[in-house]
């Protein structure tokens, strides 16, 4: 990768290059993910066909009660929201006085008894 993912142009040429490799996006991931901008690591580990840093945003995701990116990951992977993963992701966004990731999570689980 020439150059660091964490400014916007590079991650944006980088995301619409032809050439890359899943090296390449993996090497990217990391390193949003060291800066903890994992929103924006997200694409770049499924361009890399990484289950490990998916998993691990996905956890991060529970840990700060942050719904939208437990959400983007959670479609990534083409898999049905867990509900003992939101019941922890509600209970922490409540915590952390995230109002609207508390709700989107408890709407789920409402949903789907």
Known sequence: MPKSAIKWKPRQKLI?????????????????????????????????QD?????????TAIEEG???L???VTKLQTAEPNRD?????ADKAAQLGLVSYE??????LNENP
Request: charged share 25%.
């Open 85 to 89: 993963e939101l019941k922890a992701l």
């Open 51 to 59: 289950a490990e840093g998916l998993k691990l945003i996905k956890s």
């Open 66 to 68: 942050n719904f939208f």
């Open 16 to 48: 619409q290059n032809p050439k890359a490799t899943k090296r390449d996006y993996l090497a990217a991931g990391r390193e949003l993910m060291a800066a903890k901008m994992f929103v924006e690591a997200v694409e770049f580990m499924a361009k890399a």
């Open 70 to 72: 437990y959400q983007s």
């Open 103 to 108: 709700n989107s999570a408890r709407n789920i």
